[in-house]
């Protein structure tokens, strides 16, 4: 078994199991599903995430197994792959509490707490906000690129792959969006399905860029700006970033194949949409 809770989580949680008290945490739910749960819990003025997992069974693994998928089979994966994160020197989620028992892989029962971050918007947000006011900040825009770029490039070469690697899942504070700043936390969460090993292998390496290219299509960028991105992220002058030809190229394909599975639409290049097309969401 493993268990650690940091004094506040201690002081809320008092004598009962630990276990069972993350099981009967009530909350503003986000997720339940696959014997996991997602939720929003506030005490002593301080609000949390916690996450729960009752164990998948047999079924889900061999399911996602079948599917090429790796399976999470719980909380640990996510503390982790924080703890990798913060080594690499990105910002990310403070944990406040966590445990697992059990050795039967279908059956971990586990749990994650972490610090709610309150204030912040995630770049997804920032990204609505332009297409709201029918307005991009240029600079600010360019900065976000590079960013962000550092942020992929410094993750990766930690050994760490994200699997859901979308503009929602980066927060900024909320008065830095307001005042165009970049020079602040930018914190990567949700790493729950994360990897973390010596070296990305390439394939996880272009579904990571994949899903992010995805993830920006609604916000209009340009050529230029995935050159910037493209550059930022290699670390490399743009003529030696572009040799690597095969893997931006792959990168292009694996947006692609998400946007047709997503909006059942053909993309356009650069991949960009105004309105969403295709089927109702």
């Known amino acids: 078994m493993k268990l650690f809770l940091r004094d506040d989580i201690a002081a809320i949680w008092g004598e009962q199991d630990p276990f069972a008290r993350a099981a009967a945490q009530q909350g503003d739910i986000f997720r339940a599903r696959e014997g996991r749960r997602t939720l929003r819990f506030f005490a002593e003025g301080r609000s949390y995430f916690l996450k729960y997992h009752a164990g998948i069974g047999w079924k889900e693994i061999l399911k996602n197994l079948t599917q090429a998928k790796l399976p999470v089979l719980g909380a640990m994966d996510e503390v982790r792959a924080i703890d990798a994160v913060r080594a690499a020197g990105l910002d990310t989620m403070t944990v406040a509490a966590f445990g697992s028992r059990g050795v039967n892989p279908a059956c971990i029962e586990s749990f994650i707490v972490t610090e709610d971050l309150v204030d912040t918007l995630s770049l997804e947000d920032v990204g609505e906000q332009w297409v709201a006011g029918g307005l991009v900040p240029v600079l600010f825009k360019r900065a976000l690129i590079d960013r962000v ?31 165009q700043r970049v020079d602040c936390p930018m914190y990567l969460i949700d790493l729950h399905r994360s990897q973390v090993r010596n ?15 995805f993830s920006t299509a609604r916000f209009g960028l340009t050529h230029r700006d995935l050159l910037r991105f493209i550059r930022g992220y290699s670390g490399l002058p743009l003529r030696e970033a572009l040799a690597d030809e095969g893997l931006w190229q792959s990168a292009r394909r694996e947006a692609e194949k998400i946007y047709r599975r997503y909006f059942e639409v053909e993309p356009q290049l650069p991949l960009q949409f105004n309105e969403h097309p295709g089927k109702d969401i």
């Open 149 to 179: 770029a550092e942020i992929a490039r410094r993750m990766h070469g930690a050994g760490i792959n994200h699997r859901d690697f979308y503009l929602a899942h980066f927060l900024m504070p909320s008065a830095a969006v307001s005042q």
């Open 199 to 213: 070296k990305v292998p390439r394939r996880w390496q272009i579904k990571d860029l994949g899903g992010l290219y």
